[in-house]
């Protein structure tokens, strides 16, 4: 993509993180147009990553899916695209001095365990069950785990606060409640989300985040390790998650509301992105724009405040 900046524009920087595990659907979609509108209607710089570092759950093909599904969109980006799975040894690096610190420590013990030692009853908020430190002081170090244990160990954060309350630019103050030891590295050597966002987010000088609710426990998280890595922190903004008629987080049940499946079908973007912008409060009902024709008008306190229903578009698939 070609860079479209000033020198006084490039501290404001926002990405677009899709991961390649499977279809972009609506949920997705406006996800990365509110980030997109709140960067470039400040006149900032939008970075492209592609998360990809989920390896079992990565589909073929997926990632170039994802970039044909933006490009459709008109959702574009400046410089080339981070790839996470090119970036293991900054990770890597990460975990290292996280360990040297004395923050981090091996863990064999599997989900089910800890899903079974664990005292505390699920936190919807913290979106993990408490992690009841098992491992805590158990080993010397990986190998003397590995050796003890038979197993390969993960990595986990020693975490000694209950919570890291924060100010969120869309939802107001936020308790950030955390889980407890939580997991950097997995077992099988690659870097956990949490890690890897930090890591990249400050190495490629993002400022903003601007994601969807859900993952409003993940910032807690974030911000601990952001402190612990010395590093500067964005400014976080998440937006009311899109969901089905029933409620719940938009998936298959829903129907098929991938950007793919319209597209082939012959609906323009322009319908995908005006509805978008509606049912997120930035349009009348049945506009049908780009997303450059928003730039100008867009508001962050004109999106609803609500879950948002996409229930039925215009131009769904059955």
């Known amino acids: 993509m070609t860079e479209r900046r000033s020198p006084q524009e490039a501290t404001l920087v926002g990405r677009l993180a899709p991961s390649p595990t499977g279809v972009m659907h609506l949920g997705n979609a406006r996800s990365f147009l509110l980030a997109w509108l709140s960067i470039r209607s400040r006149g900032g710089r939008i970075l492209l990553r592609i998360e990809d570092i989920d390896g079992p759950r990565i589909k073929e093909g997926a990632t170039e899916r994802c970039l044909e599904d933006l490009e459709w969109l008109g959702l574009d980006w400046d410089g080339e695209p981070w790839i996470q799975t090119e970036r293991l040894d900054h990770y890597e690096a990460a ?170 079908r012959g609906v323009p973007a322009e319908r995908v992105v005006g509805y978008l912008a509606a049912i997120s409060g930035l349009a009348p009902e049945g506009a049908c724009c780009e997303p ?10 004109k999106i609803v405040r609500q879950p948002v229903v996409a229930q039925d ?5 059955g």
């Open 95 to 264: 975990t290292d001095l996280l360990v040297a610190a004395g923050r981090a420590y091996p863990c064999v013990c599997t989900r089910r365990e800890v899903e079974e030692a664990a005292t505390a009853p699920h936190d919807e908020e913290a979106d993990a069950r408490q992690y009841p430190g098992t491992c805590r002081g158990r080993w010397r170090d990986e190998e003397d785990a590995r050796r003890h244990s038979g197993r390969d160990p993960a990595l986990r954060l020693r975490v000694d606060e209950e919570a890291i309350p924060f100010i969120d630019g869309f939802c107001g103050p936020l308790p950030g409640r955390l889980p407890g030891d939580f997991v950097i590295r997995k077992r099988d050597g690659g870097p956990a989300y949490q890690l890897a966002v930090v890591v990249d987010d400050a190495a490629s000088g993002v400022t903003e985040v601007l994601r969807a609710d859900d993952l409003i426990p993940s910032t807690p998280r974030q911000l601990l390790l952001y402190r612990f890595l010395g590093l500067t922190a964005p400014e976080f903004f998440h937006t009311p998650l899109v969901v089905g008629g029933d409620g719940r987080r938009l998936a298959k049940r829903h129907g098929d509301t991938s950007l793919a499946t319209f597209r082939s």
């Open 292 to 301: 450059g024709d928003l730039v100008a008008s867009f508001d962050l306190q």
């Open 313 to 317: 578009p215009p131009f769904a698939v």
